[in-house]
């Protein structure tokens, strides 16, 4: 799988195949990657997902391959024209209710990266003044700032011969980078603190996500006491934030902003949203993960 080779991990549902879909003459499904007959790839998967993917194409070839992950099934595909199928072209045949965005909500709610239809669309116009050109283009600084200051504390170590956790240091480094750009918050020992929390977050979750077997969150588990800790960390921070910046009458705003970035409304949840801090934690939350592996990946 070559670095210009993007690839989409689609979860199979009942039912999620359009008429004219069904009546095709192309293959009901991709080509089954071997695996073992009860779990199929799911141990695998859990240990090293980005090798089994690389080796599945290597194995199978082609753009599209079929896997068995214990008693899930899904299809990765890799080929642009599939990709821009799934996301633009059939986008409305394709939805979000799987077992691993279900599981996301267990941090995320019903927010930006999990929700669909109206709802999605409601908050993706509310999110978007964030994200307008002249936004982005101030963005640049910021990481500037942010990864040479990351760059200089890596020259002790660095000439010392010692390791470097490069994956603790982009999720760190990407972390402040979005709370400054997106909340406004410049660098604090208690931007370490959430730091710490969210990769904590985010790996119960992914291991959540990935064992079709994990218990229940209210199973008394040490693991999951730790999920629960720093959770409520990152609920303090957001919801503080949220407070801090909040203008009277109006909505929360970033300094430098000429508009709200999260208008009154955000406050109110939807029905069955987890909490009113949805909308921020999911663009944090997703532009850190997204950012800081892809930083890893360069």
Known sequence: MGANSPII??????????????????????????????????????????GVMDNAFATIGGEAVFLKLG???????????????????????????????????LVLGHGLVTSEGPLWQRQRRIATPAFSRSRVTSFAGTMVEATSTMLDTWAGPANAGEPIDVFAEMMRVTLHIAVQTLLGVGPSEELNRVSSAVSEVLERTNDIITNPLS????????????????????????????????????????????????????????????????????????????????????
Not at 238 to 260: H, L, N
């Open 71 to 105: 008693p899930y099934r899904a299809t990765l595909v890799r080929h642009p024209d599939l990709i821009k199928r799934v996301f633009i072209d059939n986008a409305d045949n394709y939805s979000k209710q799987t077992r691993g965005y279900e599981k996301a909500k």
């Open 215 to 298: 218990p229940p969150l209210w199973v008394p588990l040490p693991k999951y006491r730790r999920f629960k800790r720093e959770l409520k960390v990152l609920d303090d921070f957001v919801y503080r934030t949220i407070r801090d910046k909040r203008v009277p009458g109006s909505g929360f705003r970033v300094p430098g902003e000429k508009a709200e970035v999260f208008s009154p409304g955000t406050r109110n949840p939807e029905p069955g949203t987890r909490n009113p801090r949805h909308t921020p934690y999911n663009r944090i939350e997703a532009r850190q993960e997204v950012t800081g592996q892809g930083m890893i990946e360069q």
């Open 9 to 50: 991990l689609l979860s199979h549902t009942i039912g999620c195949m359009t008429v004219s879909e069904a009546n095709s003459t192309a293959p009901r499904r991709a080509p089954l990657v071997p695996g073992h007959w009860l779990i199929g790839l799911s141990l695998s998967m859990r240990n090293d997902p980005l």
